[in-house]
Every structure is written in structure tokens, then in C-alpha cells.
């Protein structure tokens, strides 16, 4: 394995908060030095000046279609937009076709990860058999198996009782439930509700939807000291409800997405339904609190909900087309135009959002830039600006309304385990 030496790059840690420039050596795989300046030979030297490095990113919540919906993504594909996009650790949903509800299928799913071989690929496993909501799967043997951890995301557990079981459960065997906060009875709707889906002639969706489930998550959390995880949360309230769980000592974390913080309804004027995912846009009032959110530590981490669907599928009409939009290569550049640039974060905030917390969450020991660490590293340019155009997506689907948007910060080298699988 070929040992690289990063020159005179911005190195970021959040966890000893460095922010200064330094040199890493890379040697079988691992971090073997970090210091101000190292003059030892190596394979490969990479001129870093002007670049940022930082851990490698960890997407908690994404989708790579595979099995059974190829025609969307693959592994393979979903893993070269991920690694474009300077993500090291990915943790696709079980939303696929068969579910991961079996050893097998989870077996599957991570085979041909290490076919693929670019970025560690951590599958969940659902939490009800076929994400049906009617039988709970065998959290243990899954676990064994290497489950990251459960969510049955796309299909919420109505069943409070199912819920609370499932919580309780994966809790007691150290993991937890990442639950997509979702009720079902005032859910129908395409875009939230508002004068945008007034004007466009379509149903709403009401921000409760979103908001009575994550509260009732947050009831089984507290009342029986146990850890629940609310996926991609979207409003206001949803903000302030986690915010005071949090102040009382509930072990609540949560999560949100780059287009929360860089969109609003507004887009889907002008991108249509390629700004439509659920939950969906929300009001200016949400995305603020949002930012105020990912501000003060109520929002563990940032995840890109990488939900890919093929050109013909979102071209149906507004009420029919699927929710979902691709994001694995706009999540760092989304990050730092709407975030860093505005000054609502700093770089190392950002680190926190998109590293260590989600490493945190998942109990990896990765998001930090240490010896001895696996060198799993994220490098890039904070400076460049560039129009994100439709031939730049490597990804298989193109559904995002980021194309013809301005963007600063890209990624120039991805290294996972010593290896560089993506360089600009």
C-alpha cells in the first residue's frame, strides 16, 4: 500500500479543534504522523496549500436503490457519487427490494459494498419485517450480522406500541432507532402545505405530520430513558420540541439535510419536482430555525437523504411524481454557500456536523484526525466557486435542484483507509 504525504493543508478536527496548517503522513492505511512540517520520503506527496482537510464525512442517511431498484442507483454508482462528493462512511436505508430484514440480504448488501471498494458502505436494517409496519425483525441476529442500526425510513412504525418496543429493544443491545417522523393522517400531499402548493393547485402537507410523530418518539425516549434518533427533521417546531427534550436530558439526537437550510417551498416554482422530497420544503421561518439548530447543537448532523429516481419518474406531475432528490456531491458545497460563507457556521462546526457527530450518533470511531486513526479523509477547496451543471453528477440519477445553482467549496481528494478513490 503506498504511503502519501499531505503537504501544508488547513487541517480541521473538531474534537482537539485544530484549524491550522500541518502535514499528515499516511502509511498502511492509518494516520502515522501529524506535525508541522515532515520532511520523510513518501510514494506519493500532495501539495495541499490552499486546501482544507478534514475527517472523512459520514453520511448516516442515504439511499443506493440496490437491490431492486438498479434502474435508480446501484452500489457501485451510488458509492463514485459518494466518494465525488468527499464522503468516506455511507449508511444506506433498507428501503430496497427484498428489505435487509434478514441476515441474507444484509449479507448481500455488504459483499457487494466490498466489490465496489470505494467508501465503507453500512448498511440499516429495518425495523419491521418488509418495512411493514406489522412484525418486529430480530434486532440481535441483525446486529451480529453488522447492522449499523434500524429505521424502516419511507414507511414511519405507526404503531406506538411497535415503536416503543423496537426503542427499547435495539437500546438494550446498545443500538437504537432512527425513525422517519412521518403521520400518516395528515400527511397526504405533495409540497407543504402553504400559498406555494395553493398556487400550484396541489395538496399540502402539513408540517404536523412531521411534528406529532418526532413528539411522540420524544414521550418514549424520556419516559423510559432510552436513546430514539429523528431522521432529516424539517420545521420549526420540530427544532424547538428536540432543543428542549435535549435541555431535560433526553437522549434524543436527530438530523437534517443540506436542502432544509438552502431552499425553501419557493423552489418548486422554479425546479419543480426536483424539489420535491419529504419531508418537503418548508417555510423561511423553518429553514432559519434550522440553521439556529444546527448553531446551537440541537442538530447532531448534517446527512444528504441521497434518494436517486431515474428522469421519467419525476417527470409525472407534481402529486404523482416520487419524493426524493440526489445529494451526495452538494452536500459540502451546499454546506459552505449557505453556512460557512454567510458566516451562520465555521469550518469546524461544519466538521461537527458532517464527521464527528454522525460518527457519535453511530458510535464509529471515525470523525476525528488523529495517529493511530484510520485515514479516512475529506480535502477541499473552500475557495471555489463554480455553476453546478448536469454533466458534472457522476451518480446515476440527476434529480436535484441544484443544477444551475452557484456553489463554493469542492472536493479534491477523498482518501478512505489510506487510499485515494476520488481525486478532482
Not at 411497535?162 to 409540497?191: P, W, Y
Request: hydrophobic share 35%.
Amino acid at each position: 500500500m503506498e504511503s502519501i504525504l499531505l503537504k501544508n493543508g488547513t487541517v480541521l478536527d473538531y474534537a482537539s479543534k485544530t484549524n491550522e496548517k500541518l502535514d499528515i503522513m499516511i502509511k498502511e492505511g492509518k494516520i502515522e504522523k501529524i506535525a508541522k512540517e515532515i520532511q520523510e520520503k513518501a510514494d506519493r506527496i500532495i501539495e495541499c496549500n490552499g486546501l482544507y482537510i478534514m475527517p472523512g464525512m459520514i453520511d448516516m442517511h442515504c439511499h443506493l436503490r440496490e437491490p431492486g431498484f438498479e434502474h435508480k442507483e446501484t452500489i457501485e454508482t451510488g458509492a463514485k457519487s459518494a466518494v465525488k462528493g468527499g464522503f468516506t462512511t455511507i449508511c444506506p436505508m433498507p428501503n430496497t427490494k427484498p428489505t435487509p430484514d434478514s441476515t441474507e440480504t444484509l449479507k448481500w448488501i455488504q459483499e457487494r459494498a466490498k466489490e465496489v471498494n470505494l467508501c465503507h458502505i453500512l448498511p440499516f436494517a429495518s425495523v419491521t419485517k418488509g418495512e411493514k409496519g406489522e412484525e418486529l425483525v430480530n434486532f440481535e441476529e441483525l446486529l451480529k450480522a453488522g447492522a449499523v442500526a434500524f429505521s424502516d425510513d419511507g414507511m414511519p412504525v405507526e404503531n406506538a406500541k411497535m415503536i416503543r418496543d423496537a426503542i427499547i429493544q435495539t437500546n438494550k443491545l446498545g443500538s437504537f432507532v432512527s425513525e422517519h417522523c412521518e403521520e400518516k393522517s395528515v400527511s397526504a400531499g405533495a409540497i407543504n402545505a402553504g400559498e406555494v402548493a395553493e398556487e400550484l393547485g396541489v395538496v399540502g402537507v402539513l408540517p404536523e405530520a412531521e411534528e406529532i410523530m418526532a413528539a411522540r418518539d420524544i414521550v418514549i425516549a424520556e419516559t423510559n430513558n432510552l436513546h430514539t434518533h429523528i431522521c432529516h427533521i424539517s420545521t420549526k417546531t420540530s427544532v424547538n420540541m428536540i432543543r428542549d427534550a435535549k435541555k431535560r436530558g433526553v437522549k434524543v439526537t436527530c438530523e437534517t439535510c443540506p436542502h432544509y437550510y438552502f431552499f425553501t417551498q419557493d423552489e418548486v416554482r422554479k425546479s419543480g419536482t426536483n424539489a420535491k422530497m419529504n419531508p418537503p420544503l418548508r417555510t423561511e421561518e423553518d429553514k432559519q430555525a434550522i440553521i439556529k439548530g444546527l448553531q446551537d447543537g440541537t442538530i447532531d448532523a448534517i446527512i444528504t437523504d441521497h434518494a436517486p429516481h431515474a428522469q421519467e419518474e419525476k417527470e409525472q406531475d407534481l402529486s404523482k411524481a416520487p419524493n426524493g432528490i440526489i445529494g451526495f456531491e452538494t452536500a459540502l458545497p451546499a454546506t459552505i454557500t449557505a453556512l460557512v460563507d454567510k458566516g451562520h457556521l465555521s469550518y469546524l462546526d461544519m466538521v461537527r456536523l458532517m464527521s464527528y457527530g454522525p460518527a457519535k450518533v453511530l458510535k464509529l470511531d471515525k470523525g476525528e484526525i488523529k495517529v493511530g486513526a484510520i485515514a479516512d479523509l475529506t480535502i477541499f477547496d473552500p475557495n471555489k466557486e463554480y455553476e453546478y451543471k448536469e454533466e458534472m453528477i457522476v451518480s446515476k440519477s440527476k434529480n436535484t435542484p441544484f443544477i444551475g445553482k452557484t456553489l463554493k467549496g469542492q472536493v479534491k481528494y477523498t482518501v478512505v483507509s489510506g487510499r485515494i478513490v476520488f481525486e478532482q
